[in-house]
């Protein structure tokens, strides 16, 4: 099973910018997909963004399209998200996610690794 940390998250103002690092562990991370979820207080987890495994096809929620960008360091086992043009609104603990199959990759239940989170927090 991957192990996975994150970091850089932290405080920003309304229309900046922030890179989250995630660093896996484990024996072939380079075979998941991995993920970002976001998670508001007292709100569901939420589909972010996902890597295939050789980071040829990416997805992003909606809500961030346009403005999250994830990627891959299948050499150094690193996920990343970068996010611009940031919101109040995606104020949230962010998680990184690890799974061999993701039928279903916007689903948290796919998903059987999970990382301790990173708190974003975006100012007005």
């Known amino acids: 099973q991957v192990q996975l940390v994150e970091s850089g998250g932290g405080l920003v103002q309304a229309g900046g910018s922030l890179r989250l690092s995630c660093a896996a562990s484990?024996?072939?991370?380079?075979?998941?997909?991995l993920a970002w979820f976001r998670q508001a207080p007292e709100k569901d987890r939420d589909f972010v963004a996902a890597i295939s495994q050789r980071g040829d096809h990416t997805y992003v929620a909606d809500s961030v399209k346009g403005r999250f960008t994830i990627s891959r360091d299948n050499a150094n086992n690193m996920v990343y998200l970068h996010m611009t043009s940031l919101k109040p609104a995606d104020t949230a603990i962010y998680f990184c996610?690890?799974?061999?199959?993701?039928?279903?990759?916007?689903?948290?239940?796919?998903?059987?690794?999970w990382g301790q989170g990173t708190q974003v927090t975006v100012s007005s």
């Open positions: 484990g024996p072939t991370v380079s075979l998941y997909t």
């Open positions: 996610a690890a799974a061999r199959v993701a039928r279903n990759f916007m689903s948290p239940q796919e998903y059987n690794s």
